[in-house]
């Protein structure tokens, strides 16, 4: 089985956060100096954007399951799996989001993953997770699941780490 990865990285209008971020502290401390307010805009700038890139879950399907940012979801637990289109993440991240749902979600990806977790032991109804490209990433669950159907397994829950 081959090994399904993605990393979600802002698009480009997040990105602009550092610039305007970084001009905004230059303007506000001009008042101390020019070395100073260049300081500040310089550091404030490289701190916007070290925090997006920290903040960067990465979503890895194989042999053993999902790991979706710090979780890990083992693959003979994988119940049902739906991609969703930009109107049902929407959705599903509002009015139908249950509280114990395991969620991945960021702002600038539209679409989304559902993937049920078929372990009673598990308290985690179902997992919601941002994806690019939900298509591809439901059909690498889907080979997954049925790779761990006909290998058998021992049941354990999802595990959260972090």
């Given at each position: 089985?081959?090994?399904?990865?993605?990393?979600?990285?802002?698009?480009?209008?997040?990105?602009l956060l550092?610039?305007v971020?970084?001009?905004?502290?230059t303007v506000?401390?001009?008042?101390?100096?020019?070395?100073?307010?260049?300081?500040?805009?310089?550091?404030?700038?490289?701190?916007?954007?070290?925090?997006?890139l920290?903040?960067?879950?990465?979503?890895?399907?194989?042999a053993?399951?999902?790991?979706a940012?710090p979780?890990?979801l083992?693959?003979?637990?994988?119940?049902e799996?739906e991609?969703?289109?930009?109107?049902?993440?929407?959705?599903?991240?509002?009015?139908?989001?249950?509280?114990?749902?395991?969620?991945?979600?960021?702002p600038w990806?539209?679409?989304?993953?559902?993937?049920?977790?078929?372990?009673?032991?598990?308290?985690t109804?179902?997992?919601?997770?941002?994806?690019r490209?939900?298509?591809?990433?439901?059909?690498?669950?889907?080979?997954?699941?049925?790779?761990?159907?006909?290998?058998g397994?021992q049941?354990a829950?999802?595990?959260?780490?972090?």
């Open positions: 089985m081959s090994t399904y990865l993605e990393r979600l990285r802002p698009s480009a209008p997040f990105w550092a610039p971020a970084a001009v905004v502290a506000s401390t001009v008042p101390f100096g020019a070395a100073v307010a260049v300081a500040a805009g310089v550091v404030v700038g490289l701190a916007v954007v070290a925090l997006l920290a903040r960067v879950p990465e979503l890895r399907v194989d053993a399951g999902l790991r940012g979780a890990f083992e693959a003979e637990h994988l119940g799996i991609a969703l289109d930009a109107v049902a993440t929407q959705r599903a991240l509002g009015p139908q989001l249950r509280a114990d749902a395991y969620v991945v979600h960021r990806v539209r679409t989304a993953v559902r993937v049920g977790v078929a372990d009673e032991a598990d308290p109804p179902y997992w919601l997770v941002s994806s490209r939900p298509e591809e990433l439901a059909r690498a669950l889907l080979a997954c699941r049925e790779a761990a159907g006909r290998e397994g049941a829950h999802s595990e959260q780490t972090g």
